[in-house]
């Protein structure tokens, strides 16, 4: 199985193919035209490919080489091992989230849309700030802002508020 078969590109393209499960016959489902790859059929693939996307897998996949690229560690897969540990500590409630981002990460941001030293940033900035951190889902006009301006400590606790959430969502919680 190739792990390139699975991206959102080919998984859209292989839902829209007409080809019944066992085509050996419609290029995007021949096994042929794959390279002979382990999974023969579009239902095949169709299963395999809703099973990462319910699982997320390739959001995990995407923390994990997040945190690889910002940290280069010299041993990546003991890195990744303890990666690993630590979200799964976090999980149980036994540790802190593992962010990609941290408080520090999160107050550069900040600093670099006020230049000046202000000590506030406007709502457009604070939404800026918040897709620079890959963030999404987030509140637009969050509590305690005054007269459309947010100031450091709202930007850093609203960032790590949804980081947290966002790795809840990726892990899950049980305590």
């Known amino acids: 199985m190739n792990p390139q078969d699975f991206t959102q590109e080919n998984f859209q393209r292989i839902k829209e193919s007409s080809c019944p499960g066992t085509s050996t016959t419609n290029p995007v489902c021949s096994k042929e035209s794959r ?3 382990l ?29 690889l690229l910002v940290d280069e560690p010299s041993d990546p897969v003991e890195y990744l091992v303890d990666l ?16 990609l981002f941290t408080n520090r990460h999160v107050e550069s941001i900040f600093q670099s849309m006020d230049p000046s030293g ?17 963030i999404s889902q987030y509140e637009s006009e ?34």
């Open 35 to 37: 390279g002979g790859n």
């Open 39 to 67: 999974l023969e059929s579009c239902s095949d693939r169709l299963e395999a490919q809703s099973y990462l996307n319910e699982k997320k897998i390739f959001d995990l996949f995407k923390f994990l080489i997040g945190h």
């Open 84 to 99: 690993l540990d630590r979200c799964i500590l976090f999980r149980s409630g036994l540790a802190e989230p593992p962010l």
């Open 118 to 134: 202000l000590g506030t940033i406007s709502l457009e900035q604070y939404k800026a700030g918040m897709t620079t951190l890959g």
């Open 142 to 175: 969050p509590m305690g802002h005054q007269e459309g301006r947010v100031n450091k400590e709202i930007f850093v606790g609203e960032a790590r508020k949804c980081l947290v959430r966002m790795l809840v969502e990726l892990i899950g919680k049980t305590a």
